[in-house]
């Protein structure tokens, strides 16, 4: 007895021993790692915000130029009534002779010196911006035959010459663009008639064909995503948590249910192309439903995003202690009652994490909404009510989403689309941002609820 | 002499008791899976499966009316596992099997035509572990009659939770912070909460399981001031490990062993002259 006190001599509190500072150390070095991981992922995060601001947020400003156009009555009106039905007859291609020639006649009346031809220096000007001037003239007829000062789009490689991504020494290269006709533009700049300022079309504008990026918007496809994003919030949060009430409160755990939570389980885990498979050959080849609406497109989101609901549901469920149920059992109250009075409350901010982490998911997808012909390209707005025949009359027209759109214009050959790319990510980022923060917020509601 | 003069007292006592609960031949299996079939053959069946625990073997108890019913016996044979049978809340467990016949007045409570959600409105439970709703003090009062309508209007359910609360000797603990959390009480007083949560909603039945195990011996002794009470109008069964309270509060008492009932008598009789050997050595503290 006394050779064990002898063996193990008294030490002071103060002295760690070796085993606790081995101990210790060991703690110090995991912290470490944790905090070297966190630094990786924060170094990953800033990469990838900077890389994404630097060549996205020029996307939400444009270069205008300003100029007085001669609206000629001959040109736009040959009928001379002032009749819009009749005043359509004339295309974008009668207003770009006049854009060119109001150009022209502005520079020399302001004693503007260049050495360029009518060609070129039409050139300078958006293919976009003959269609706003006849949008403006046919919404108002009484334009016609008035000269009209008008602030309009200047092309994408002189847009892209205010932004840095042209230079003299690549317009040399550049078939499209011509040192003179960066040169004037500086002079014009200087002038105050060349102006870059914000751009609210490319969040409200539709898409544009790859020759004029300048002109090419998202409103097209932000109004796709929200109505997609309207048909899952209708569907998704309600079908699967349901399923997980049912599958973890109710049913009986036997082999069918086991099977049931393996498939669910893998369907979690099954690419999301395959769900646009299913919803090409379910939703558009059997149900005929309009191809490339956002009706399919949500329709294909929420099967994909049901096993995640359920998943992280039936998570949240389980964590809530049997001891909850037994009491509300043992009261005396029943199976639905204890759920709905007493489990579901403790599980919301479970359920609100997965049912967001969910629809995140549903607004980034890209690969199951190509199946679905939502990479077409379409410039009319969708219709909530749409008057597709063929189709269920709540939104069946065409459309398409963000990351579609952010895919397609990464395909195009102009480098002007890069940067719009980039913006179209920021404005998916900046959804993603204000989702997880409502999703916070309603976690803070229920959690204060204890 | 005295002695004496007292057993036969409460043995005129319990001959007119009325029956209240009468459970024949229990047998309760852990560990069952999703087993069915006929009852006989069930049992036996499971009797045999080495991976079944068998926690209640071949149980008969009758539990009279306006009586405390005490079931005493060491850890782990099965007195909670019992206690759950009379209110059926062992079929909330995964995997738990019930086999015999239990009646309340008479009528079978294992009939499928029974609803277990209105039995267990009758026979009311308090848990071993304290469980109040994460909810505030006054909700947790107040739950089981808001479910059952027990209360016509707003006073006369703030009504039935203060006497509620004041019954489980809680009432001048919590009165200026009803609205608190439940969670937020002490273990004790988490427990009281849970006995007027019980209380409130007048069960005919009250089962208790160990209810006393986290109190202190004043709240102890307001709880069984609490179950004499109950006992004028209703039937309490109570599970303790404290031979004392046994002896103080219960009319009846049960001695469970591994899964069986060793003895079921008068509480005087099992604790001054018990007639197996078994609750003889557990009562003067020799196995348990
Ligand atoms: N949910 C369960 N699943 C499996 N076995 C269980 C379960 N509950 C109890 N048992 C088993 O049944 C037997 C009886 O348990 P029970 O809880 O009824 O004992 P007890 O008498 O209440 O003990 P204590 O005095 O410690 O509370 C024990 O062997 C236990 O292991
Ligand atoms: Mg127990």
């Known amino acids: 007895m006394s050779d064990v006190t002898q063996k193990a001599p008294k030490r002071s509190l103060f002295a760690p021993d070796a085993r606790t500072q081995k101990r210790n150390r060991a703690e110090k070095r995991f912290q470490y790692y944790g905090m070297a991981a966190v630094g990786v992922g924060i170094f990953a995060l800033i990469v990838l915000l900077t890389s994404i601001l630097g060549s996205g947020l020029s996307s939400f400003r444009q270069t205008y130029i300003s100029f007085p156009v001669d609206l000629l009555a001959e040109r736009i009106d040959p009928e001379g009534n002032r009749n819009p039905a009749e005043m359509a007859a004339v295309t974008t291609f009668g207003y770009m002779p006049l854009l060119a020639m109001s150009f022209q006649a502005h520079l020399e009346a302001e004693g503007i010196e260049h050495e360029m031809g009518a060609r070129e220096l039409a050139a300078m000007l958006s293919d976009d911006a003959p269609a706003q001037i006849r949008d403006r003239v046919l919404a108002n007829p009484d334009l016609v035959g008035t000269t009209i000062d008008v602030q309009i789009l200047v092309g994408g490689r002189i847009d892209g010459f205010f932004k840095g991504r042209v230079t003299m020494a690549s317009a040399e290269r550049d078939r499209n663009v011509s040192p003179a006709q960066l040169v004037l533009a500086q002079v014009l700049a200087d002038r105050g008639d060349v102006v870059t300022r914000f751009n609210w079309d490319f969040i409200t504008a539709p898409d544009a064909s790859g020759q004029r990026p300048e002109a090419a918007g998202l409103g097209v496809a932000i109004i796709g995503s929200f109505y997609m994003m309207l048909v899952v919030l209708a569907l998704a949060p309600p079908i699967g948590v349901a399923a997980s009430i049912y599958l973890e409160e109710f049913a009986a755990k036997n082999r069918f249910t086991d099977l049931i939570e393996v498939n669910i389980s893998n369907l979690a885990a099954v690419p999301s192309i395959v769900f646009g498979i299913l919803g090409l050959a379910v939703f558009i080849n059997f149900m005929e439903f309009n191809q490339s609406s956002p009706l399919v497109g949500g329709l294909v989101l929420t099967l994909m995003t049901l096993p995640t609901i359920i998943i992280t549901t039936r998570a949240s469920l389980r964590a809530v202690p049997p001891s909850i149920r037994q009491a509300a059992l043992g009261l005396g109250a029943s199976r639905m009652q204890s759920v709905f009075h007493h489990v579901l409350p403790l599980a919301m901010p479970g359920i609100l994490t997965g049912t967001i982490i969910g629809l995140a998911q549903a607004l980034g997808e890209t690969a199951p909404l190509l199946l679905i012909g939502m990479v077409a390209f379409v410039r009319e707005y969708p219709d909530l009510m749409s008057t597709h025949s063929n189709s269920f009359p709540l939104m069946g027209d065409g459309a398409t989403a963000l990351p579609v759109q952010v895919y397609s214009w990464t395909q195009r050959a102009d480098p002007a689309f890069v940067e719009r790319a980039s913006g179209a990510i920021i404005v998916l980022l900046v959804f993603l941002v204000v989702m997880n923060a409502i999703a916070i917020l309603l976690r803070r509601r229920f959690e204060r609820r204890w | ?288």
């Open chain 2, 1 to 288: 002499m005295k002695d004496l003069n007292e057993m036969s007292q409460t043995d005129q006592e319990s001959a007119v008791d009325v029956l209240k609960m009468q459970a024949r031949g229990v047998d309760v299996f852990y560990g069952a899976g999703g087993r069915t079939g006929s009852a006989a053959g069930m049992a036996a069946d499971l009797a045999a499966d080495k991976n079944v625990t068998h926690a209640i073997k071949g149980v008969d108890v009758d539990i009279a009316d306006k009586t405390v019913t005490a079931f005493i016996g060491p850890s782990g044979c099965g007195k909670s596992t019992f206690l759950r049978v009379l209110n059926r809340m062992n079929d909330t467990i995964e995997g738990c099997r019930v086999t015999g016949k239990v009646t309340l007045e008479g009528e079978d409570i294992y009939d499928p035509n029974v609803d277990p959600v209105q039995l267990r409105a009758k026979v009311g439970m308090v848990f071993q572990k304290p469980n109040p709703f994460p909810k505030s003090i006054f909700d947790n009062v107040a739950y089981g009659p808001r479910i059952h309508g027990l209360s016509s209007n707003k006073a006369d359910l703030a009504d039935i939770v203060e006497r509620s609360l004041r019954r489980a000797a809680i009432w001048n603990e919590v009165k200026d912070r009803l609205d608190a959390p439940g969670t937020g009480l002490s273990g004790g007083q988490q427990q009281r909460l849970c006995i007027a949560r019980a209380v409130a909603t007048s069960p005919e039945v009250l089962l208790m399981d160990e209810p006393c195990s986290s109190l202190d011996p004043i709240a102890t002794a307001q709880v069984e001031e609490l179950i004499d009470d109950l006992r004028s109008r209703y039937s309490v069964v109570i599970v303790t490990h404290s031979m004392q309270q046994a002896a103080r509060v219960s009319q009846k008492t049960a001695f469970f062993h591994l899964g069986n009932l060793v003895e079921f008598g008068d509480t005087d009789k099992i604790f001054t002259n018990p007639s197996d050997p078994r609750t003889e050595s557990y009562i003067t503290g020799r196995i348990g």
